[in-house]
C-alpha cells in the first residue's frame, strides 16, 4: 500500500513557491550589496551551484541550505 510513496516528489503548493521565490530573491539581493557568490557558499557550507538555486527559489534545495544562506549573507535575509 505504502510501496515507496514517501519517495514520490510532488510540486509544493503555490504560496509556498512564492515563499521560496522571494526567500531566494532577499538573499540574492543582500548578497549582491557586499560579498560574491563564491563567499557566500562558503559561509553557508554549500556549492556556488545550490547556492544559485537557493537564489531562485528552487523547492527542491532544503529548508536548512535556505536557512543557512539567509543567515550568513550580509543583511540577514526574512525567512518567512
Known sequence: PYKD??????????????VLRKLGN?????????????ILAERASTSRLTLSRVEKG??????????????????KAQLI
Open 5 to 18: 510513496s514517501y519517495m514520490i516528489a510532488k510540486d509544493p503548493p503555490i504560496p509556498v513557491l512564492h
Open 26 to 38: 532577499d538573499i540574492r539581493d543582500a548578497r549582491r550589496r557586499r560579498i560574491p557568490v563564491a
Open 58 to 75: 528552487n523547492p527542491s534545495v532544503s529548508m536548512r541550505i535556505y536557512a543557512r544562506c539567509s543567515s550568513r549573507s550580509p543583511r
